[in-house]
């Protein structure tokens, strides 16, 4: 039976999946706070802070992923740390600061897109400007984000099955040392390539019902201004 290996094995593909998604979950939570606030800083450009922000960005972005992890794992947290981490930490650690570069520059564009009449109409209302950024100009600016930053947490799920080249046993992973020993590869592979198609397809496919959805409703009220002036 060719899925035989798949079946025999499932438990213990299943349990690459849960690892997978641990590290995707606690990657997307950190890289966004993180990414978040070093978009902030650069879109108010505040004097030393922006720049070192910008050196951080761009010279994350400037690397390979992969090399990356490695880096992060046998070099960087062993030398802050004075000792070898686990390959989950690693792992983690490298996308949050990988990930937080690339959602810094999807943040900064959604900030600088907001019309200056809003902003106007924030400052006439007295509001201060850590208030015009609160209330008035990162609302909007998420909403704008939005496609960007899911497209972008795709690609992070999608990027964890690189964590493998330390060690990590996640999903992909699983799936290697599944077919090393048993040699099928094709159906092994194939299995998992469809567990990343059902993950990532869901979570693009509910997004944009979501943001339809939020049209819909910016729109309903948008009449209903209108109609009520």
Same mark, same amino acid.
């Not at 990988?98 to 106007?120: C, M, P, Q, W």
């Not at 006439?124 to 497209?151: C, D, E, F, N």
């Not at 998992?192 to 397809?201: K, M, S, W």
């Given at each position: 039976?060719?899925?035989?290996?798949?079946?025999?094995?499932?438990?213990?593909?299943?349990?690459?999946?849960?690892?997978?998604?641990?590290?995707?979950?606690?990657?997307?939570?950190?890289?966004?706070?993180?990414?978040?606030?070093?978009?902030?800083?650069?879109?108010?450009?505040?004097?030393?802070?922006?720049?070192?922000?910008?050196?951080?960005?761009?010279?994350?972005?400037?690397?390979?992923?992969?090399?990356? +992890?490695?880096? +992060?794992?046998?070099?960087?947290?062993?030398?802050?740390?004075?000792?070898?981490?686990?390959?989950?930490?690693?792992?983690?650690?490298?996308?949050?600061?990988?990930?937080?570069?690339?959602?810094?520059?999807?943040?900064?564009?959604?900030?600088?897109? +907001?019309?200056?009449?809003?902003?106007?109409?924030?400052?006439?209302?007295?509001?201060?400007?850590?208030?015009?950024?609160?209330?008035?100009?990162?609302?909007?600016?998420?909403?704008?984000?939005?496609?960007?930053?899911?497209?972008?947490?795709?690609?992070?799920?999608?990027?964890?099955?690189?964590?493998?080249?330390?060690?990590?046993?996640?999903?992909?992973?699983?799936?290697?040392?599944?077919?090393?020993?048993?040699?099928?590869?094709?159906?092994?592979?194939?299995?998992?390539?469809?567990?990343?198609?059902?993950?990532?397809?869901?979570?693009?496919?509910?997004?944009?019902?979501?943001?339809?959805?939020?049209?819909?409703?910016?729109?309903?009220?948008?009449?209903?201004?209108?109609?009520?002036?």
């Amino acid at each position: 039976m060719y899925w035989e290996d798949v079946f025999n094995n499932f438990g213990f593909l299943m349990r690459g999946l849960v690892v997978t998604l641990q590290l995707a979950g606690l990657s997307v939570i950190g890289s966004l706070i993180l990414g978040t606030s070093f978009g902030v800083i650069r879109h108010l450009k505040i004097p030393v802070f922006s720049f070192v922000a910008a050196a951080y960005i761009e010279s994350v972005r400037s690397i390979p992923l992969i090399l990356f +992890i490695v880096f +992060i794992h046998f070099g960087f947290l062993p030398y802050i740390l004075g000792g070898p981490t686990s390959f989950f930490v690693s792992a983690c650690v490298a996308l949050i600061i990988f990930t937080s570069a690339y959602i810094a520059e999807i943040v900064r564009g959604g900030l600088n897109s +907001i019309e200056k009449e809003h902003i106007d109409a924030a400052v006439s209302l007295g509001l201060t400007s850590s208030q015009r950024l609160v209330y008035i100009i990162m609302p909007i600016a998420m909403a704008r984000m939005m496609p960007a930053l899911v497209s972008q947490f795709i690609a992070l799920i999608k990027d964890t099955s690189l964590a493998s080249i330390i060690g990590l046993i996640e999903l992909t992973r699983a799936g290697e040392i599944i077919y090393e020993r048993t040699y099928r590869e094709f159906e092994v592979l194939t299995f998992i390539a469809l567990v990343y198609f059902v993950i990532c397809f869901t979570l693009s496919r509910y997004t944009k019902k979501m943001e339809t959805k939020s049209h819909m409703m910016h729109s309903e009220k948008t009449h209903k201004e209108v109609y009520q002036a």
